[in-house]
T-cell receptor
Framework: GQQVMQIPQYQHVQEGEDFTTYCNSS?????IQWYKQRPGGHPVFLIQ?????EVKKQKRLTFQFGEAKKNSSLHITATQTTDVGTYFC???????????FGQGTILTVHP | NAGVTQTPKFQVLKTGQSMTLQCAQD?????MSWYRQDPGMGLRLIHY???????DQGEVPNGYNVSRSTTEDFPLRLLSAAPSQTSVYFC??????????????FGSGTRLTVV
């Protein structure tokens, strides 16, 4: 079945450094969604990308969807301790609502 | 709006017992899903639904049943609990946008331990 691979699995940064996580698929994605999960919490929807080459920004977060719609990235500029958590990408799948998650990247920010 | 409400928040079961995890949403969302989350395994889809009366299996459906008799409720039934079902269970819902779901809202989860 459809698999979404996410790298890296872990990332440790000093506060103020940048952070990027990547999501790759062997097949074309209809859309890609990004979620953040704080330690002990539940996933929270960040954004959905639909168009080839799409770039969206949310304050210090930049999301990109590849031209071939097979990869995506989330970049955080100047990390803060509040950015700690696991970032998941998810294949938005078909109209039947089947959302398939990548393994996630666990971000640790050292003050 | 309460969003997505899951009950109970914590549960301990003995092997072989059955139980139902409740999930309710008050946002009139068409799409609802159940996930389990285990350490190092990410979020794995158990069952999902595109509307009342319509459900389908995800990647790990064995040992679980669902039904969707109303738009609001999507209960998950564990038929005969096993230690391998020890996990955190999340219910999520989404509205329809351009023919598909747009961004799922997750409940706060149920932490289940099977002994």
């Amino acid at each position: 079945g459809q698999q979404v691979m996410q790298i890296p699995q872990y990332q440790h940064v000093q506060e103020g450094e940048d952070f990027t996580t990547y999501c790759n698929s062997s097949t074309t994605l209809s859309n890609i969604q990004w979620y953040k999960q704080r330690p002990g919490g539940h996933p929270v929807f960040l954004i959905q990308l639909v168009k080839s080459g799409e770039v969206k920004k949310q304050k210090r977060l930049t999301f990109q969807f590849g031209e071939a719609k097979k990869n995506s990235s989330l970049h955080i500029t100047a990390t803060q301790t509040t950015d700690v958590g696991t970032y998941f990408c998810a294949d938005g799948g078909t109209s039947y609502g089947k959302l398939t998650f990548g393994q996630g990247t666990i971000l640790t920010v050292h003050p | 709006n309460a969003g997505v409400t899951q009950t109970p928040k914590f549960q301990v079961l003995k092997t072989g017992q059955s139980m139902t995890l409740q999930c309710a949403q008050d946002m009139n969302h068409e799409y609802m899903s159940w996930y389990r989350q285990d350490p190092g395994m990410g979020l794995r889809l158990i069952h999902y639904s595109v509307g009342a009366g319509i459900t389908d299996q995800g990647e790990v459906p064995n040992g679980y049943n669902v039904s969707r008799s109303t738009t609001e409720d999507f209960p998950l039934r564990l038929l005969s609990a096993a230690p391998s079902q020890t996990s955190v269970y999340f219910c999520a819902s989404s509205y329809s946008w351009q023919g598909g779901p747009y961004g799922y809202t997750f409940g706060s989860g149920t932490r289940l331990t099977v002994v």
